[in-house]
T-cell receptor, first 112, second 113 residues
Framework: RKEVEQDPGPFNVPEGATVAFNCTYSNSASQSFFWYRQDCRKEPKLLMSVYSSGNEDGRFTAQLNRASQYISLLIRDSKLSDSATYLCVVNLPLDSWGKLQFGAGTQVVVTP | GAVVSQHPSWVICKSGTSVKIECRSLDFQATTMFWYRQFPKQSLMLMATSNEGSKATYEQGVEKDKFLINHASLTLSTLTVTSAHPEDSSFYIC?????????FGQGTRLTVV
């Protein structure tokens, strides 16, 4: 079983609409959670960290559900520039910080 | 923000040759760096943890004699793919952490022909 699992998509989203997707993780003791964005053939870039209380950054909202072991990302008012692959990333317990486990990514395609 | 620079960004090499990829932390010191590999439409997979001044720690299934890692200074780690074969063609990417955030190099797209 993979440490981090995501729906690969693609999620085809009309511009201005809202899209949400989840990611599940297998290790209940996982400590830190992140959403990274990866554009085609580029390196991943941190979108936002995910906190237990949930957090929002502009049009992006992240939630963590420890009981069910999933995190979610919601994008409101989608822009064409939001088209990318969104990677769910987990820092496992006892791993050195920076040793991250990646999901395979969820592709989002925002259409005009 | 912190910057990690990776070089080269792409390389084409002949089967059987070796390729060296460099990863530098430009404005911070990194005692630990990480090397990942990503095949098309797959997730980034951790290959090894590069430790400054000591041997790298390899993930299960990664051949340490094939993927040589050297971390001679606090700002530079290198990955050498030895005797490359077409199945080694992939996107290789390094990362380093400041302790609060992980930063990635630009990645190296290796094509072995």
């Amino acid at each position: 079983r993979k440490e981090v699992e995501q729906d690969p998509g693609p999620f085809n989203v009309p511009e201005g609409a809202t899209v949400a997707f989840n990611c599940t993780y297998s290790n209940s003791a996982s400590q830190s959670f992140f959403w990274y964005r990866q554009d085609c053939r580029k390196e991943p870039k941190l979108l936002m960290s995910v906190y237990s209380s949930g957090n929002e950054d502009g049009r992006f909202t992240a939630q963590l559900n420890r009981a069910s072991q999933y995190i979610s990302l919601l994008i409101r008012d989608s822009k064409l520039s939001d088209s990318a692959t969104y990677l769910c990333v987990v820092n496992l317990p006892l791993d050195s910080w920076g040793k991250l486990q990646f999901g395979a990514g969820t592709q989002v395609v925002v259409t005009p | 923000g912190a910057v990690v620079s990776q070089h080269p960004s792409w390389v084409i090499c002949k089967s059987g040759t070796s390729v060296k990829i460099e990863c530098r932390s430009l404005d911070f010191q990194a005692t630990t760096m990480f090397w990942y590999r990503q095949f098309p439409k797959q997730s980034l997979m951790l290959m090894a943890t590069s430790n400054e001044g000591s041997k790298a720690t390899y993930e299960q299934g990664v051949e340490k004699d094939k993927f040589l890692i050297n971390h001679a200074s606090l700002t530079l780690s290198t990955l050498t793919v030895t005797s490359a074969h077409p199945e080694d063609s992939s996107f290789y990417i390094c990362s380093a952490s400041t302790g609060t955030e992980a930063f990635f190099g630009q990645g190296t797209r290796l094509t072995v022909v």
